[in-house]
């Protein structure tokens, strides 16, 4: 049985419908500080049952020890965390807590139960800005530009500590670039619970219709169309990448970093002018400074995942913003009908930290 913390958010949701239709059995531990209790229902409605819930903080030890008492866990996805960039400049302390207390106190409680394979959601943002790209695996770290990207680089630390002291531990730091897209049943996807920081989640509100503009943040980039550069990756490809690397670790010891990214750079402009088409939706466009903080170009070289993991982002561009807009669609609907408090912000379903899947 494999744990996933953080289950029932954006990435956590896709993967535990890839596990559970690859016959896995899954149990899940979420908090919910950014995610929904109805997210059970929208993963029954696609996988045809309910996966295990608990609802409780991966920083608490004796809900940890319990659930490795009371589930045959063998390997563990660490998916829970905290991810706005501008907040953890904010409000550092809790981004500290979570994202690097949260991993200490589950690999205390991991070695206490005797469990040792484990899957960390890591980032691009612990690489340092670097001029030459695609980004490998060798690319220097150490220096990112904010405590979120401290804090994962921090946690991918105590890791390979921890396995440098005790063969027993097969850990996989995945480093994952922008993901984005949704289940292609269109009845999981990402929901920023407030206004949206990233790029698609902005775009999907303008084009339907909840924001007048997209702002272009910087059109003066050295790129070939001015705009910055990104590595978008599906979601679902990325939920397969986990699969892959867990499976790896099962006949592997030791740590591994692999990067979860296409390999190709797409420019803002590029995502408009293809959602465009995808979706026969105009998008309005406000060109702006570049944005605090931002890089003009980021892209992975993901040779190392296919060679040793025999895995490989699939799915185009195109296919993302279909599945994404589809979402967007489909979300729509049920919050019409059902679901409008969510949207509308009752304060126990919204949260600081950015945005809310269900
Ligand atoms: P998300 O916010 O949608 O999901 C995270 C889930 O973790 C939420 O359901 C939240 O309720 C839960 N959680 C947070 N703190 C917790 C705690 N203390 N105990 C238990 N549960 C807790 O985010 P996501 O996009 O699904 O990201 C998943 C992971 O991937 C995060 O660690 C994030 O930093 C990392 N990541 C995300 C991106 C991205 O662009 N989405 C990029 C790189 C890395
Ligand atoms: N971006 C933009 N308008 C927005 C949000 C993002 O122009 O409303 C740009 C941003 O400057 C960057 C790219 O889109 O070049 C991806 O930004 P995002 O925040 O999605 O990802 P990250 O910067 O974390 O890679």
């Known amino acids: ?11 956590g949701t896709h993967l535990v419908l890839e596990l559970m239709s690859g016959g896995e059995d899954v149990v899940i531990l979420d908090n919910l500080c950014n ?15 309910a996966p295990a819930f608990i609802e409780g903080d991966v920083r608490h030890r004796k809900t940890l020890d319990h659930l490795f008492k009371r589930y045959p866990i063998d390997a563990v996805i660490h998916c829970a965390g905290l991810k706005a960039v501008g907040e953890s400049v904010r409000e ?31 980032s691009a943002t612990v690489y340092d800005d670097c001029a030459i790209m695609p980004i ?10 904010s405590p979120y990207g401290q804090s994962k680089l921090m946690a991918e630390n105590v890791m390979k ?20 897209g949704a ?3 269109g009845q999981v996807g990402e929901m920023p619970a407030l206004m949206p920081n990233n790029l698609l989640p902005y775009l999907l509100q303008v084009a339907s219709g909840q924001r007048p503009s997209l702002s272009v943040f910087g059109s003066d980039y050295q790129t070939p169309d001015g705009t910055g550069i990104r590595d978008y990756i599906h979601v679902m490809d990325l939920a397969e990448g986990h699969i892959k690397a867990l499976q790896a670790l099962r006949c592997a010891q030791g740590l591994h970093i692999w ?14 002018k293809a959602f465009e088409r995808v979706s026969g939706v105009a998008v309005p466009l406000a060109f702006k400074p570049r944005r605090a903080g931002d890089i003009a170009q980021c892209w992975a070289d993901p040779v190392k995942a296919s060679k040793e ?11 993302m913003l279909d599945d994404a807009w589809r979402w967007q669609m489909s979300y729509r609907r049920d919050a019409a009908e059902v679901l409008l408090p969510v949207i509308t912000g009752t304060p126990s379903l919204t949260t600081s930290a950015g945005s809310l899947s269900i």
């Open 309 to 319: 993991l025999g895995w490989r982002a699939h799915r185009s561009l195109d296919c």
């Open 183 to 185: 289940h292609d049943s």
């Open 92 to 122: 550092p302390l809790r981004y500290y807590d979570t994202n690097l207390g949260g991993t200490l106190t589950l690999c205390q409680a991991m070695a206490g139960a005797g469990v040792f394979t484990l899957v960390f959601s890591s």
């Open 136 to 145: 490998n695996e060798r690319c220097r770290t150490g220096h990112p530009s």
């Open 35 to 49: 995610s929904s209790r109805s997210t059970l229902q929208r993963i029954v409605r696609v996988a045809g049952k």
């Open 259 to 272: 990067n979860l990214g296409t390999g190709l750079g797409h420019s803002v402009l590029e995502v408009v």
């Open 161 to 180: 500590s921890m396995a440098e002291a005790d063969p027993r531990w097969s850990v996989a730091l995945l480093r994952y670039f922008n993901p984005i």
């Open 1 to 11: 049985m494999i744990l996933i913390t953080g289950g029932m958010g954006y990435i």
